[in-house]
């Protein structure tokens, strides 16, 4: 099959037909092999999040035109022929809507920190994976490489300095690995990352230490490795046993940017991927 | 590990730590490798739908009340300041909010028959299987019971009458097998759906043929079975080869719900669900 059927992108949203689809789970369940190898349990947070809460995580001070939040319908204000008027003309106007408390969140791994919100996480640390889908109102879109909404695996580490940098030390390794396996050349680049305030002392610690480094397939990253400091645990009141906030630090692996990779390297052949991407798997096993 | 502990709903949205994950993970696998092993092919639809799209099915007319959409936010007309702190006060006024195109689908099967649209089925009949965040602006919350955001594994078949008529008769009998290797007990009850058009032939014929049956833990329903007859096709303009429009049926497994119902036939004990979960997938397999 070629790398055009079986991906249907239209304005930002696909859908993967059965062999793109198989290949994202086999994908995936490497990750999360590997993700469980390593000592992390699973969690799966709403795919929804309280606006609220991702303020407090400066989501809307650093990309508030990337953001998607979700409404109910108005339907006594609008009244129900407007309503139908305008689902069928295909837009439901802002007087039609409710206030949106709730966003559909751009990062899989913000669901974790809230969840570890006003929590204790032990002093051997905490090693947390999940999936979730992400979703960025960007201004343009491009296949695979660039969706509105796309799924990442993360691996998300909670604990002592030490920790989290070990954390993307061995998340490293393993990309090192994944991709030698399956004969993928990634290159590895700093990179910067909005997480932080871009005015005070975060800013300043950025330009000294680089926060995130990611893997690129010609140009395209497929995975990153970010380190937070104690940004979240800040924010979201995560102590690390007594000693007062934790750090943390993920590493995120795109699954469409991934089968975009594979499907290019493999000359758009989803069988030899998918077999060479399953010998890997046993290799790495 | 009790049922509450690794269970966290707030304002029918859900947290799963590991247990109850993994417990989802298998669950869905069983689900899943029954329907490949039915023949089924695997799909991966948008998370987010066009609402045009969705208006077509009748969405916006039978549950209005119940839809959730999506919008960007209107940076420009708000401005920054106001956007800042309504993202600090938890909502985005509807001046805040650009119009709603998108839609977060209330049913995972729909994109299924949209991303079908305008195609040809082979007279053999296609059978789809896929796994979608289902999202409902119910008017109220219960626990797993009823979720403002839940996943829904189904299996869709597309053919003639008696090949969806198939469909559900094996999906009635695989859910009697693994019900029966768990030990769960399930009652099949007639129900009714607003699927079609409350006041024309369709409502005729849902009167004379039951168009929905659930499969009940203690009066909740954790997985349905439902035939449409041609709605779908005709809505969608999906042909049977050269016969006209396609016959469809669906089933569907609830997979918060399946957790509920586990996690109280187990006595909250997940340990023992998960054990004896895996042992009805080693059954079936």
């Not at 994908?27 to 795919?47: Q, Y």
């Not at 997480?195 to 480094?213: L, M, N, T």
């Not at 010609?218 to 979201?236: D, Q």
Request: proline share 5%; charged share 20%; with cysteine.
């Amino acid at each position: 099959m070629s790398i055009k059927t079986g991906v249907r992108v239209s304005e930002g949203l696909v859908a993967l037909e059965d062999e793109p689809t198989r290949l994202a789970e086999t994908l995936d369940r490497i990750f999360t092999r590997w993700a469980k190898g390593s000592g992390a349990v699973s969690l799966t947070v709403p795919p929804l999040l309280p606006v609220a809460d991702l303020a407090l995580l400066d989501v809307y001070r650093n990309f508030p035109q990337l953001a998607l939040v979700s409404s109910a319908l108005n339907v006594s204000v609008a009244g129900i022929e407007q309503v139908g008027q305008e689902a069928v003309a295909g837009e439901f106007g802002p007087g039609s809507l409710h206030a949106a408390g709730l966003a559909l969140p751009s990062s899989a791994c913000y669901g974790v920190y809230l969840h570890y919100r006003n929590r204790q996480v032990p002093l051997g640390g905490e090693l947390v994976t999940l999936v979730g889908q992400c979703f960025r109102n960007e201004d343009h879109f491009d296949g695979l490489r660039r969706l509105k909404a796309f799924r990442m695996r993360e691996v998300v580490a909670l604990g002592t300095p030490d920790q989290v940098t070990d954390h993307l030390g061995r998340s490293a390794r393993f990309l090192d690995a994944l991709a030698g396996e399956i004969g993928l050349p990634l290159e590895r680049r700093a990179a910067s990352d909005p997480f932080y305030d871009q005015s005070g002392e975060r800013a300043a610690f950025q330009q000294i230490v680089p926060v995130k480094h990611e893997y690129l397939y010609r140009g395209m990253a497929i995975a990153s490795v970010n380190t937070h400091n104690t940004f979240f645990g800040e924010r979201c009141s995560i102590s690390l046993s007594s000693h007062g906030p934790v750090s943390t630090s993920c590493v995120g692996f795109g699954i469409e940017r991934w089968l975009h990779a594979l499907a290019d390297h493999f000359g758009g052949d989803w069988d030899q991927a998918q077999g060479t991407v399953e010998k890997a798997e046993t290799s790495l096993a």
